[in-house]
C-alpha cells in the first residue's frame, strides 16, 4: 500500500470494487443516481500477466488475461476508474462509478453503504473457502532419528 493515507485508502476501496463481481448489480441504482458521461466506454482487452519463481526470482510472462477497463466523470468533474479481471463490462462501469462517488464530500457514506458491506462478503467468503479446504490438508512431519 502506498505511504500518502488518501491513496493507501482509494487503493483500498479500488481492490474491493474490482473483487465485488456481481454483487455491484446490487447497487447500480444508487450508483446510476447521478449526471455522468463515459470517458473511457466499457472495453474488455488483454494484458500480460508476469510472474515470479517462488514469489521473488526472475520475473517471466505467465500468460495472457482478460481485462475490462471504464472511465466516467460524475458532473461535478470527478472521474472514477476501473479495471476489472474478466470480460464484464457492466461490472467495469458500477466500479468506475463507485469510484467517483468515493472521491466527493459524501465519501463516508459510500463507504458505509458500499465498500463495507462488500468487504464483509468477501471476507466472509474467504473464510469459507479457507475452512472448506482445511478439510483436506494434510500435516507432513519428518521423523528424525537417532545418531550414533
Known amino acids: 500500500m502506498h505511504s500518502d493515507p ?24 444508487a450508483l446510476k ?6 470517458i473511457r466506454a466499457p472495453e474488455s482487452g488483454m494484458a500480460l500477466v508476469r510472474g515470479r519463481m517462488g514469489g521473488t526470482g526472475n520475473a517471466f510472462n ?3 488475461m482478460t481485462v475490462t477497463r471504464c472511465v466516467v466523470r460524475l458532473s461535478d468533474g470527478r472521474t472514477g476508474y476501473s479495471y ?15 469510484d467517483a462517488h468515493l472521491q466527493g464530500t459524501d465519501q463516508q ?4 453503504r458500499l465498500i ?12 469459507a473457502k479457507a475452512a472448506e479446504t482445511a478439510t ?9 532419528r537417532g545418531e550414533d
Open 6 to 29: 488518501q491513496i493507501a485508502a482509494r487503493q483500498r476501496w479500488m481492490s474491493v470494487l474490482a473483487r465485488a463481481g456481481n454483487q455491484l448489480v446490487n447497487y447500480e441504482s
Open 33 to 38: 443516481d447521478a449526471d455522468y458521461s463515459l
Open 62 to 64: 505467465l500468460g495472457e
Open 84 to 98: 476489472i479481471a474478466g470480460p464484464n463490462k457492466q461490472h467495469a462501469e458500477l466500479a468506475a462509478l463507485a
Open 109 to 112: 457514506q459510500w463507504m458505509l
Open 116 to 127: 463495507e458491506p462488500l468487504r464483509a462478503a468477501q471476507q466472509a467468503q474467504r473464510a
Open 136 to 144: 483436506t490438508q494434510v500435516e507432513f512431519f519428518t521423523l528424525v
